[in-house]
């Protein structure tokens, strides 16, 4: 029955993200009261109607754009006011457009290191903002993954001292402390993986969603082994904090720097 509730409404907000959604249309539709539904979505998605609202919406953006439809076209089949309120909606906290291409070409990368509860921490940035941060066992491993990473940028040869606060805020999130919002963040990525992404910035320190709640978050409930892979794929630990993603059954699933970091992580964020 709760399903049901949840399905019918999910079905006629995907028909029409465009429309201005009031709770009370969209209970009726679905058969239950506002806060029915309410309490529906969050035990079945784990978000609100209006998170899934506004999935929708980037998500019919999205689409048009990458079938050839103008900017405008898309702002207003997906029922946004304006194309800055488009684009903001898929961007990242701090996110810059890339400045380098495939590789790292014509990238100028700084990094630095430091030690936190979970292992040696590297961060890497260019001018404009992160754009790597990994967890190892020493700095000669983390740099070696780092060129890997860019293999055709122009990577310092010692620490920088300037990447101080980018570490700090690194080092605060594996202690499981707040961490100043928006860090710069200067990253490549797909439109899927900014969307995941983003996504996973939202869940809150202390809190997980399952893969296929992030996949309805991002309004394709469908797509949850593409979550994944973009969750395995994320250039930044613990800022873009994919182990707050774990499987439908509670499982811890996989994670890029390992089961055991990320069981440490959700614990200290709980405070356990």
């Known amino acids: 029955m709760i399903h049901q509730l949840v399905e019918r ?15 009370d249309q969209l209970a009726h539709i679905a058969g239950a009261s506002p806060v029915q ?79 936190s509860p979970i292992g040696r ?20 491993e983390l740099v070696v993954k780092l060129r890997d990473e860019f293999p055709l940028a122009t990577i310092g040869d010692r620490p920088s001292a300037r990447l101080g606060p980018l570490v700090a805020g690194a080092r605060a999130i594996a202690s499981a402390r707040p ?9 490549r990525g797909t439109a899927f993986q900014w969307r995941v992404w983003r996504a996973l910035t939202r869940i809150p320190r202390g ?31 613990l800022v873009v904090p994919c182990h707050r993603v774990v499987r439908t059954d509670g499982g811890l699933g996989g994670y890029r720097w390992g089961v055991g970091v990320k069981k440490r992580l959700l614990s200290k964020e709980r405070g356990d």
């Open 121 to 140: 921490i590297l961060v890497a940035s260019t001018a404009r903002g992160l754009c790597f941060v990994e967890v190892g066992l020493n700095d000669r």
């Open 207 to 237: 809190q997980t969603l399952s893969y296929a709640a992030v996949a309805a978050a991002i309004g394709q409930p469908s797509a949850v082994r593409a979550v994944a892979r973009a969750c395995a794929t994320n250039p930044l630990a």
């Open 37 to 115: 539904l309410q309490r529906a979505f969050k035990k079945v998605l784990g978000m609100s109607p209006r998170d899934f609202i506004t999935a929708s919406k980037r998500r019919r953006f999205l689409e048009t754009l990458k079938k050839g439809g103008r900017v405008t076209d898309a702002v207003y089949e997906a029922g946004y006011g304006s194309s800055s309120r488009a684009y903001e909606s898929i961007r990242l906290p701090g996110m810059t457009p890339a400045t380098y291409g495939r590789g790292g070409k014509g990238a100028e990368i700084q990094w630095t290191s430091a030690d």
């Open 179 to 187: 961490v100043p919002p928006n860090l710069p963040v200067d990253i």
């Open 9 to 23: 409404a999910c079905l006629a907000v995907t028909a029409r993200p465009d429309a201005r959604w009031s709770s």
